[in-house]
């Protein structure tokens, strides 16, 4: 089973006015441990379908099954629920309460969980250890440059354990340099971890990085690579 | 965490915050200051009242406070009198001899109440010997003085040695004229009751009326004002044909002005607190709005959007009894130094004299005022900080990112 399935996806805004089919008919599958990216022209739904997929947004049509729950049929109050416990985010940017320390924002995750304080510290420590980010740990986002505040945004994505993380042009506000860092942390913890990422991007950068590409075009899918 | 959170994005922008509780704080000094004032001005009169002739509780004849007619003196007055000094908390006990009668100059006459009394017990319980402006008060030796209100001494163009004729009818109903020097011109609060009093010996009165000692009035002054209810409650027990009564009932108009100013405190605290939740709820706006997209985020990460309307709530609480506190200090400071050195509003005398308050005024607050306070503050921050709370749960995350 797919860990991800959306069957016939369809996104329609001011539905009453002058309607708007941001995504329409996708039929996506995507298995555990992928790093895949959703690509396309500005407008393209690639947006759209990523709070689809991460239950930020409810579909018009269609469905969408993560990891056998169907959430298109979730109340607004379980969708916060279901994202705490089982999706990570990095979004492109103010993904970090500016007032806490980067542990504290890892740690916040895994309070909203209800997690004790020994075991938040615990893992706090060793997710930013993993992020390379081990000697900041009492740094504030205005403490950090850019690449390390979404290192510590991916550590806080998988603070929580989630089925997969979504990032959402992650690297649209980055440098190089840090660009390159953020990926190969991505990367390897897909691969010694297993851990499942879904971007959207129209970074080459971030493109040429991933093992499958799926382009978006006027909200459908108009190719796919195939998985590695 | 949460209120940790709270805490800390208040002072995301310090100044803002700063200006915010700056004007709480200010609001609450000068409402603190002016309810304050309002119960300084509140206990003035009563206390004007009490010092000056209604002592704490007060004994007569029940027809007596509506007849006022000289056959209805206390039975065994002085009896009662002796009595009375003996029970536990009694300061002292004074009796009058009261008679309605005229008093007449070579320039004008006037009618009023002639009060007779002992001197010295009379100095125990209010305090005219102490506002003599001309003369003194009694002599121990001289036959018929008398001690007249300022207002009075200057309708009957009365100066100190004037002679003043008393003209009342004794207890077998005969017409007395009686001829008394001015020893003493006192002036109260109130220039109503400098009028319409004179104070004579009682030794001077029993001989003009013709009589064996009697009191129409006994006025009891108590250690303290807490004590008077379980005194009040004694005497009328021990004496149940006797009207007894506390200042409050003997001038209920007193006891409502008092009691009115207190509430006056509160409301004029209310509003000042009504007017800054506009400004606080502006200013919570403003913090929800900077921050919609992070916001968004928290909401989108999992965060419970009850728990967002609760940080917001946290933030304003926290905001408001920042300057809460602060403005209490500020006022309960002001009103300890002002409540010991008082406010001289002596060029307002003659309107403060109207109404029977002192022209030094001691503001004060109770304890209870500052509680309740606190109360308030908390109940105007959740007021404010309830479009703002609401604002932030609602977003929308993906409309929130969007926003980039």
Known sequence: MALIETTGLGRVYNEKTVPVEAVRRVDLQIEKEEFTAIVGPSGSGKTTLLNLIGGLDTPTSGRIVIDGTDIAGLTPEELVEYRLHHIGFVFQAYNLIPVFTARENVEFIMLLQGIGKEERRRRSEELLKAVGLGERL????????????????????????????????????????????????????????????IFSTH?????????????LEDGMIKSETPVE | ???????????????????????????????????????????????????????????????FIRDRELKLSIPSGMDVIRHIREIPGVKAVSGRTLVEGMAASAASTYGGEIAGIDPERAKQVTDIHNLIVAGAYFDSRGKNQIVVGKKLAERLNLKLHSKVVLSFQDVDNNLVYAAFRVNGIF?????????????????????LLNTAPIV???????????????IAAA???????????????????????????????????AIILMALIFGITNTMLMAVMERIQELGILI?????????????????????????FCGMILGGGTIFVLSRTGIDFSRFA???????????????????????????????????????????????????????
Do not use: C
């Open chain 2, 300 to 324: 989108a990460v999992g965060m419970q959007r009850k728990k967002v309307f609760v940080m917001i709530l946290l933030e304003t609480l926290m905001l408001s009894l920042t300057g809460g």
């Open chain 1, 203 to 215: 970074d080459n950068r971030v493109i040429e990085r991933a093992r499958r590409v799926v382009t």
């Open chain 2, 350 to 404: 003659s309107s403060l004299e109207s109404f029977g308050a002192g022209t030094t005024l001691y503001p004060f607050l109770p304890v209870e005022m500052y509680v309740a306070l606190v109360a308030m503050i908390i109940a105007a921050a959740a007021l404010a900080s309830a479009i703002p709370a609401w604002k932030a749960m609602r977003i929308q995350p993906s409309e929130a990112i969007r926003r980039f």
């Open chain 2, 235 to 269: 005497l009328k027990s021990s004496y149940p044909d006797l009207s007894v009564k506390t200042w409050k009932a003997l001038s209920p108009e007193i006891a409502v002005t008092a009691a009115a100013m207190e509430s006056w405190s509160y409301i004029f605290i």
């Open chain 2, 187 to 207: 002036k109260s609060e109130s220039s109503e009751f400098d009028k319409t009093h004179v104070f004579v010996k009682q030794t001077d009165l029993f001989r």
């Open chain 1, 138 to 197: 009492h740094n504030r986002p205005n403490q950090l440059s850019g690449g390390q505040q979404q290192r510590v945004a991916v550590a806080r994505a998988l603070a929580s354990h989630p089925a997969f993380v979504l990032a959402d042009e992650p690297t649209a506000n980055l440098d190089s340099e840090s660009t390159a860092s953020l990926l190969d942390i991505m990367a390897q913890l897909n691969k010694d971890h297993g851990m499942t990422f």
């Open chain 2, 216 to 230: 129409h009035e006994i006025a009891v002054r108590a250690d303290s004002s807490k004590l008077m209810p379980r």
């Open chain 2, 1 to 63: 965490m949460l209120p940790s959170l709270a805490w800390k994005n208040i002072w995301r922008s310090k100044k803002r915050s700063f200006i915010i509780i700056a004007a709480i704080a200010f609001g609450l000094w000068g409402a603190l200051l002016a309810g304050a004032l309002m119960m300084g001005w509140g206990e003035s009169v009563v206390n004007t009242a009490i010092d000056r002739d209604l002592g704490h509780i007060q004994l007569h004849k029940p027809d």
